[in-house]
């Protein structure tokens, strides 16, 4: 029998590449972001994606694929394929949800912690001989005890809340209800959740319905003791207020693996040193891009098998 045909975008490691090819028979879709410098007969071929990355999903790209049939999703955000015109079209979408959740979590409560003892500072300090030459590092700040906000109680979330829980923090979020969650206290408003914690992490989906929801409202509400954390989607936040309201203090801080125009990130950014900065990075351990790949193609091959999909989107 003949491979089914697969197209894959960007790049993958040789634990994922190697297994798809010997199921697959696969094309990259070109560099240029032009299906069409695909030859039509290699177009027609194709009945799946193989998607990653964070580039735009759409029509003008769906459409060149007459008869694709799935769209399997390296990633647990979805937020830059059009699923509503993929729905349209008959075309099913899957993701990778759970598998990154704990390292969403670890890297968004390390960023906290690096941020709140000034941890890379502290290393440089080290590593300049100011420790040496200029004595101790200037005192930081105490994380046990205060309050945290987290906006969005999903599955990474309600894993970031249990972690914060073993430094004794108190518990606030924001989400469309409330959640079972005894001892936690609950917000229907992201304004009133920042104005009543001392750290506003940001864990909601990426879309259209989330796009600035950490509004310059929100942003000033966390005050000028208070720090961001951002491990969502940088579409989540508005920054341009984020940004001003760092250069003039109002907030203390902002630790964030997620941008606008990643990764051509806003070199303001870079000039700031009450900020700290990741590559989008909160998935990138070993073990979890091996889990992806795998739940990705693990879809594919339900698809191709007319199975049940494992974590259908649509």
Sequence with gaps: MSKQHVLTFETYDAWDQEPM??????????????????????????????FKGHSALGADIIDAFPNLEIIANYGVGYDTIDVAYATSKGIKVTNTPDVLTDDVADLAVGMLLALNRGMV?????????????????????????????IAGLGRIGQAIANRLQGFNTNIHYYARSEKDTPGWVYHNDLVALARATDVLIVAVSGGPDTAKIISKEVIHAIGSDGLLVNCARGSTVDEEALIKALE???????????????????????????????????????????AMGQLQRDNL???????PLLTPVN
């Design 248 to 290: 003039t203090k109002a907030i203390r801080g902002m630790a964030s693996d997620v941008f606008n125009n990643e990764p051509n990130i806003d070199p303001r950014f870079l000039a700031l040193d009450n900020v700290l900065l990741q590559p989008h990075q909160s998935s990138g351990t070993i073990e979890t891009r091996k």
């Design 121 to 149: 500072g502290a290393e440089t300090w080290v590593r300049s001989g100011h420790w040496a030459g200029h004595g101790a590092y200037p005192l930081q700040r105490t994380l046990s005890g205060v309050s945290v906000g």
């Design 21 to 50: 090819q010997q199921s697959y028979t696969l094309h990259q879709f070109p560099a240029s972001g032009k299906p069409d410098d695909l030859d039509e007969r290699t177009r027609e071929q194709i009945r799946a994606f193989a």
């Design 301 to 307: 091959a339900a698809h191709f098998a007319d199975q």
